[in-house]
């Protein structure tokens, strides 16, 4: 297997190879490269056929590049650990919408040196309309390179490593969308995921439990939460109370209130197929390349007309 990009990338202090997973994020590339340059000792892309400047900028950066065919999240974090030729002694998982901070950074270096453990959980905290959240949640992002796998879902993924995990300082800041018109794009194509898994009645990341581990309870939660009476209701003051986007006031609110559109829109796609016994049609958005067999027309009809 070839990589592209992989001499030009000028290896960092931290003993990391960070893999990031991509289609069409353009807008995040430059930023996410800029983030790890001078930390990270090797940077790796799966691109699923980007129609955007994504492959642009990462060729500009100097990273490892490969396209191939998206088949689910579990799927392509499955095939980059198992086939990326990765050398260094630890592997991060990194979306192209997130940032480490100069303190998280810090805090993994000086983890990687601590030989009694296998994985390092970071906080990420979520950003939306250019603000902070309150929303802080400890997820599992490093490991020793060749101890991790990832759970074989199509959305919703999970790595699991045995052995001790220690938790790291610091915060990886999530960037959730350019605007709203991205973060309701990715909503739909999220929330069809989710219906069509409880459509097909497909596995869950991890098995549901109510006690069970923090996420078996949310397993359980997400396979049950279609039966509690007044849902939606509670989950907006679960987010705006309970998580406190009361403290940031609009952008807070908002937010809010959108969680609950996604678990609303979620279940009534679901309701639609089981209602149709139909799945959604495949779509293919946005301009693609002139058709050569019909006429081609730029300004008006005389265009193609002139000719004759």
């Not at 070839?2 to 001499?7: A, D, L, Q």
């Not at 955007?52 to 100097?62: F, K, V, W």
């Not at 929330?191 to 923090?214: D, H």
Request: charge should be neutral.
């Amino acid at each position: 297997m070839i990589f592209t990009g992989s001499p030009n990338w000028n290896p960092g202090s931290a003993p990391v190879a960070v893999i990031m997973i991509s289609l069409n994020e353009g807008h995040n590339m430059k930023a996410a490269c800029q983030n790890l340059s001078g930390w990270a000792q090797e940077v790796f892309l799966i691109d699923s056929y980007s129609q955007d400047d994504t492959i642009d900028i990462a060729l500009a950066h100097g990273i490892h590049i490969i396209q191939r065919k998206f088949n689910g999240f579990g799927d392509q974090w499955n095939f980059a650990l198992n086939n990326l030729p990765i050398t260094a002694k630890w592997t991060m998982k990194l979306d192209p919408d997130e940032r480490l901070t100069d303190e998280l950074k810090q805090s993994i270096q000086e983890l990687t040196q601590n030989n009694k453990m296998n994985a390092i959980n970071v906080s990420r905290q979520l950003c939306f309309m250019g603000q902070l959240l309150p929303i802080q949640d400890s997820i599992l992002r490093v490991w020793r390179t060749g101890m991790c796998s990832f759970t074989e879902v199509t959305v919703n993924e999970h790595p699991i490593v045995d052995g001790g995990i220690v938790q790291s300082q610091g915060s990886l800041h999530h960037n959730d969308s350019p605007d709203m018109e991205h973060w309701v794009e990715k909503q739909n194509r999220y929330t069809s995921s989710e219906a069509l898994r409880m459509f097909y009645q497909n596995p869950l990341a991890r098995e549901p439990k109510i006690f069970g581990t923090q996420i078996q309870r949310r397993m359980w939660l997400k396979k049950n939460f279609h039966n509690i009476p007044f849902r939606y209701i509670a989950l907006f003051f679960y987010y705006w109370i309970f998580r406190g986007t009361c403290k940031a006031g609009w952008v807070g609110y908002i937010w809010a209130r959108l969680r609950c559109d996604v678990m609303r829109l979620r279940e009534y796609k679901y309701k639609e197929m089981m209602l149709t016994g139909r799945v959604p049609l495949e779509r293919v958005y946005g301009a693609g390349e002139p058709d050569k067999r019909v006429p081609q027309c730029e300004n008006n009809w005389a265009d193609i007309t002139s000719d004759e």
